[in-house]
């Protein structure tokens, strides 16, 4: 019962790079998030999807994209990576929203 | 324009005692709230929820209240335990929106 995986757990990109961050969930939920955290910001929505095939734009997608061909996998994309990417990022899924997300245990990003 | 505010960045409280973190928010159609609980190098795990048409709802040591008209709500643990030191995240949601909005977070320490 694995939950929400994320992969990679840590990166070091320069900046201009890209790379693809990788959700797997493994409970059927239809609903999956993509949050960054930064200090004293809290998490904040990336991009997130209802459903497999889905998409839509949260509080800060700039710079980012957002694939979800299949169900139980959500890739976050940063086509040319900047310093400002520098984060924590979650991945989450829920069935609703009233049982609450479960979330990954981040992947730790540094853009030099 | 942060609609999900905890403006206490850090809490200390005595083992035994009793907690309390508080949290504001703006938006007056948000209509279910959730506390989450982070450790170190962790994802965010789901504590405790609560809908708008309650004011209370309690969970073992896990009580969270609301106060609709102060557009508040708080989450009380009673007694502290060393092992709630983490840092704690409310969070909020409109209805039939199926994305959260959390809170900048706040560092609780049990002191021994």
Redesign the interface.
Known sequence: NAG?TQTPKFRVLKTGQSMTLLCAQDMNHE?M?W?RQDP??????IH?S?GEGTTAK??VPDGYNVSRLKKQNFLLGLESAAPSQTSVY?C?S?Y???????????TRLTVV | DQQVKQNSPSLSVQEGRISILNCDYTNSMFDYFLWYKKYPAEGPTFLISISSIKDKNEDGRFTVFLNKSAKHLSLHIVPSQPGDSAVYFCAASVEGAQKLVFGQGTRLTINP
């Open positions: 929400v609903y998030y949050y004293g910001m809290g998490l904040r929505l997130y209802v949260g509080e979650f989450a829920s609703w929203r009233g049982s609450g997300y479960t979330f990954g245990s981040g």
